[in-house]
């Protein structure tokens, strides 16, 4: 089983940043491609960023393309977040999720393990 957990939410102004970050118990983390989906208030759950295992491919949402930065650190089994640039549409809880193969994936139906969510709130 893995447990992810997530952090670095809070209330930003817009053009403002945070840095989310997600920790895996995971003991395979390095062999798993790792993602960022969000889910705004009566909306549904849609991606933000996606990992390959190695870190070698990035994935991003058009929406959020040029301002978010997806990273991972293997030897401390964690998946970050860099978000520059925020705007109020971007408010939302974010969510990490694991995949049980090596190439990130733009489909939640694809991962396998998520974390209990992160509310990321930008003031206008």
């Known amino acids: 089983q893995v447990r992810l957990v997530e952090s670095g939410g809070g209330l930003v102004q817009a053009g403002g940043s945070l840095r989310l970050s997600c920790v895996s118990s995971g003991r395979t983390f390095r062999f798993n491609a790792m993602g960022w989906f969000r889910q705004a208030p009566g909306k549904e759950r849609e991606f933000v960023s996606a990992?390959?295992?190695?870190?070698?491919?990035?994935y991003y949402a058009d929406s959020v393309k040029g301002r978010f930065t997806i990273s991972r650190d293997n030897a401390k089994n964690t998946v970050y977040l860099q978000m520059n640039s925020l705007k109020p549409e971007d408010a939302a809880v974010y969510y990490c999720?694991?995949?049980?193969?090596?190439?990130?994936?733009?489909?939640?139906?694809?991962?396998?393990?998520w974390g209990q969510g992160t509310q990321v709130t930008v003031s206008s």
């Open positions: 990992i390959s295992w190695s870190g070698s491919a990035t």
């Open positions: 999720a694991a995949r049980l193969g090596r190439s990130g994936s733009y489909y939640s139906n694809e991962y396998d393990y």
